[in-house]
């Protein structure tokens, strides 16, 4: 474990490897989670693979829930984080949110891409009216409240029936996030739509979703990748939106592949 103070905030994270690799991939996690549901996959990846893992502000051991913040300060931390640890380029690879937090860290800082690799997310997610009443949700009864809708949204009913023990794992892992830094990004996400920068990507791009994620359905993950220049889509069979814990192997290899070829 690593702890940096970032734009006035402490940011947990861990950089496995060289900073300077030519095979960095910079992960981002998803709402709810955090960076461990990334570590699945690094143990499928070669050792030529270094990965700096982090947790997004108001997740995990990061700061920052007890204040406002938007998408723009998310990215902003995640840019400053990486110029703390003297990253130049790495390919960055997010998950839900955290592919919207890649998305527009492209937008402000395009030469830190080598590649660019978005997992079940879109340039917008939801509707103001869906994340307000999560919201709304969320303060009348606690993150416990939503959690079990939640879990049928990240995973399939094979992972729900077979993998019950790990279900049970990651249902703990949301709802001992911070409700606070939890409502926060639902209104960063709420708020945000970057379809305008997806056609602006210029760097080989891999949009990947699983075919039974209930929150980015897979139709949602095409037409984004519909709108990035020569990007490849990958569909994930018996997966919901958490691909890094469900499918980790193909996952893995889909990631280890796109390294090579990009």
């Known amino acids: 474990m690593a702890f940096a103070t970032i734009n006035g905030i402490t940011v947990h994270h861990e950089l496995i490897g060289d900073a300077d690799a030519r095979n960095l991939i910079v992960f981002s996690n998803s709402l709810g989670t955090d960076f461990r549901i990334w570590l699945p996959v690094f143990d499928e990846l070669g050792e030529d693979v270094s990965v700096l893992l982090y947790d997004s502000r108001g997740h995990g051991l990061s700061g ?40 527009g860290l ?32 969320i303060k009348a009864g606690g993150l416990s409240s939503i959690s079990g809708n939640v879990m049928e949204r990240w995973f399939t009913p094979d992972f729900h029936e077979q993998r019950a023990d790990e279900l049970g794992g990651y249902r703990l892992m949301m709802e001992r996030q911070s409700p606070e830094g ?38 949602l993950v095409r037409a984004a990748a519909d709108m990035i220049p020569g990007a490849r889509f990958e569909l994930i069979e018996g997966c919901g939106h958490i691909p890094c814990v469900e499918q980790r192997e193909e996952l893995a290899s889909l990631l280890q592949s796109f390294l090579k070829k990009a």
Not at 126 to 134: H, L, M, S, V, Y
Request: charged share 25%; proline share 7%; with cysteine.
């Open 106 to 137: 492209w937008k402000k800082r395009p030469d830190l891409f080598r590649r660019m690799m978005l997992c079940d997310t879109a340039p917008k997610i939801g509707t103001p009216e869906i994340w307000n009443a999560r919201i709304d949700a």
């Open 64 to 103: 920052g829930a007890d204040s406002p913040f938007g998408m723009d300060t998310l990215v902003d931390d995640l840019e400053a984080l990486v110029d703390h640890l003297e990253i130049k380029k790495a390919t960055f690879c997010g998950l839900s949110v955290g592919g919207i937090i890649v998305q």
């Open 182 to 219: 939890y409502i926060r990004t639902c209104e960063a996400i709420r708020d945000t739509d970057f379809t305008a920068i997806l056609p602006t990507v210029t760097v080989p791009a891999l949009l990947v979703v699983g075919d039974q994620d209930g929150s980015t359905p897979p139709d």
